[in-house]
């Protein structure tokens, strides 16, 4: 099955806010917020790619840019964690 | 495009405050527009007064920052005037529903074909947290020191009662329902509210002690459930959350071009008649 992976976490200082929703909420604990309250990714072996991160960035300050590791064309809905509660 | 193509970068970081829920709500919007391909330039986006008014000024689309309230009268002279164009409409609570009240319900009443966004963290956040007809009873607000005791509204059922062709409701937390359920909002033909719980940390949740924007998120992931689910089923207590209105109704706008037809057709018919009773009036002479 063709799946996404991780290129890198683009990160943007300047509009990070620190408020900590992709840190709490990442399923694989890959983000943490740093001594100036910005986040970083400190596990991005870990990360999934679910993107979930970036989708609920307030801020749109987070961006998982991956890359696919077959030509099969894959949209990202089927490699996205379900948020069901 | 990208996300960025979408939104006018340099008024970026935006003003709302750390992990408001507004923010995920424009991201989740911008993702919906993103993935129906929908172009910028046939987007229209009125918004009216409060936090949740400055989303207008983030994204790069056709945008009027209006009145108080007043959104949707705004949005219905757009759309009345260029019905091609797509109409996104997000207001605040207190925007919809308390000072745009009667605009809400008028233009659900119409099925005027729109997307009203009510983005619900349920207090008057940009003028210092004072409680929203959509706080609820027995919740503390600046205004409300010792808790109010006014009843709250049921945004889903007030719109269908009004006459909403399409309603729905999720949360800041769901994102990935809310991208969903505003991409259907926008394709509908037809007036659709879509109603997204939001948090304020800031003052509804140090008001109410919910913590922070992360215990606020919790707090919509645990109280709320997806229609027909089994936790609904099992707990009736709990928000639901989903679809709940999707029919097919007479458009406003495309009556409105109805009327128009009718009207030019009776004038015309008009004008035939009087010029047949002037050239009779020619050729019968009276004696």
């Not at chain 2, 009345?80 to 308390?98: I, N, Q, R, Y």
């Not at chain 2, 509804?204 to 919790?218: H, I, L, P, T």
Request: proline letters at 4%.
């Amino acid at each position: 099955m063709a799946r996404l992976k991780l290129k890198e976490h683009v990160i943007n200082r300047d509009w990070c806010k620190g408020c900590g929703i992709c840190v709490h909420f990442c399923p694989k604990k890959v983000l943490e917020l740093d001594s100036q309250e910005k986040v970083i990714a400190v596990r991005p072996e870990d990360c999934i790619c679910c993107k979930l991160c970036e989708l609920r960035c307030p801020d749109l300050a987070i961006e998982v840019v991956t890359i696919q590791t077959n030509q099969e064309a894959q949209t990202d809905q089927t490699t996205r964690m379900s948020e069901d509660d | 495009m990208a996300i960025k193509d979408y939104i006018r970068q340099r008024y970026f970081p935006q003003m709302w405050c750390p992990g408001c829920g507004h923010g995920i709500i424009l991201n989740a919007l911008l993702r919906a527009v993103d993935e129906m391909g929908l172009d910028k330039n046939n987007i229209v986006m009125t918004s009216g007064i409060g936090c949740s008014a400055r989303i207008s000024g983030y994204v790069d689309f056709h945008s009027l920052h209006t009145l108080h309230g007043r959104a949707l009268a705004f949005a219905t002279g757009v759309k009345l005037s260029k019905p091609e164009l797509t109409l996104l409409v997000p207001m605040g609570d207190g925007d919809a529903l308390a000072i745009g009240g009667n605009h809400f319900i008028h233009a659900a009443r119409r099925n005027i074909d729109m997307t009203a966004i009510v983005m619900n963290n349920r207090i008057y956040g940009m003028t210092g947290g004072q409680y929203s007809p959509l706080s609820g009873y027995g919740k503390k607000a600046t205004t409300a020191p010792y808790t109010t005791i006014d009843n709250d509204f049921d945004v889903v059922n007030l719109s269908i009662a009004a006459g909403a062709s399409f309603v729905a409701r999720s949360t800041a937390y769901h994102v990935l329902e809310s991208i969903d359920i505003l991409k259907k909002a926008i394709q509908h033909k037809g007036f659709s509210v879509v109603e997204i719980l939001s948090q304020c940390p800031t003052y509804y949740g140090r008001k109410n002690k919910e913590g922070d924007a992360v215990s606020m998120m919790e707090f919509q992931k645990n109280t709320t459930a997806k229609l027909g689910s089994k936790a609904l089923e099992k707990d009736p207590t709990l928000i639901p959350r989903g679809i709940f209105v999707d029919v097919d109704a007479p458009e406003y706008c495309q009556e409105y071009d109805k009327i128009v037809e009718r009207a030019m057709k009776a004038s015309q018919n008009n004008r035939v008649d009087q010029t047949l009773t002037t050239e009779a009036g020619h050729t019968c002479p009276t004696p």
